[in-house]
């Protein structure tokens, strides 16, 4: 999540980053689509990779 966008604004950023990550690989592992796919690589752009 961008640092322009609503990350400040969100005290436990990390948990929240964790939570959105982890929900979203689980996800896309189980449905493949495309539209989940972009949202977290739109999510997580910044992110180092794994």
């Not at 980053?17 to 949202?39: D, F, G, N």
Request: hydrophobic residues 45%; positive net charge; aromatic residues 4%.
């Amino acid at each position: 999540m961008h640092e322009r966008g609503m990350a400040p604004l969100i005290v436990n950023l990390d948990q929240v980053r964790t939570m959105l990550w982890t929900r979203l690989t689980r996800q896309i592992a189980k449905t493949r689509a495309p539209e989940l796919i972009a949202l977290r690589d739109e999510l997580f752009a910044d992110r180092p990779a794994d």
